[in-house]
């Protein structure tokens, strides 16, 4: 456990860790935001509660917006 600042709370919160088989993942306690989500193994899938492009360096993306 560890304290984080909640941008949505706008205060610091004890950060919730819950964890699903090899996937981990970090939120606010009181809004549900989404500190962190990484996967063992495999890398971080949420960051800041938006999903973080493939970090797999074979799978760039065609076209760029
Ligand atoms: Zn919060």
Known sequence: MARKHC???KV????K???EGNKVTKVCP???FIFVSYEIGKGVLIFNNEPVPDTVPN???K???
């Open 30 to 32: 009181n809004c549900g």
């Open 12 to 15: 610091t919160v004890e950060e």
């Open 59 to 61: 799978t760039k993306p």
């Open 17 to 19: 860790v819950i964890r």
């Open 7 to 9: 941008p949505r709370c």
């Open 63 to 65: 076209s760029r917006i």
